[in-house]
């Protein structure tokens, strides 16, 4: 990127429309996979820490941490789009289009992954009772959201929708 095409080039304006956009779309994905997860360390890593318990137990526990996680995570990903709107870092504007860096999705994930398990930790403590259980889920979580996570946010970085300069959004 040339140095001059950046200072002559405001940063992009990042709609809430976007923001919204995104955070649904990553709730399914995420919802899917915190489901999953939590079942099978329920199931079969959760007796190791001592809370046993048969596999509809474990689905109903599983269940709650999920669909709990539908309020808290939307509400805590808006807000973590929208901090991230307002920083101008890792945006560019190539042949006429507003792109993200590597880097900046690479931060993006990192951050929005300590919010969200630590999130997930405390749902899967508060429905299980069971500390172990909760960090086991909250653990493995980090691992297979980073790379979700990840790839979500390179496949909105090709998606314009919500992206333009300041006039195009007045009123939002």
Do not use: C
Not at 34 to 50: D, K, N, R
């Amino acid at each position: 990127m040339d140095i001059s095409s950046a200072i002559e080039t405001p940063p992009p304006k990042v709609s809430s429309k976007r923001s919204a956009a995104k955070a649904v779309s990553w709730r399914v994905i995420g919802t899917f996979d915190t489901l999953v997860l939590s079942w099978l360390v329920i199931t079969y890593i959760g007796p190791l820490f001592g809370h046993g318990g048969n596999q509809g137990a474990a689905l109903q526990a599983a269940t709650y941490i999920a669909f709990t996680e539908v309020i808290t995570k939307v509400v805590l990903y808006f807000l973590h789009e929208r901090g991230w709107s307002r920083i101008a870092w890792g945006m560019s504007v190539e042949d006429g289009k507003y792109k993200e860096s590597g880097w900046r999705s690479t931060a993006k994930t990192a951050t929005w992954r300590i919010i969200a398990s630590l999130d997930t930790t405390l749902l899967a403590w508060f429905f299980t009772g069971n500390l172990g259980t909760a960090v086991s889920i909250g653990s493995l979580e980090i691992i297979t959201k980073l790379i979700l996570y990840f790839f979500h946010e390179r496949a909105w970085s090709r998606i314009q929708y919500g992206i333009g300069n300041a006039a195009d959004f007045t009123g939002d």
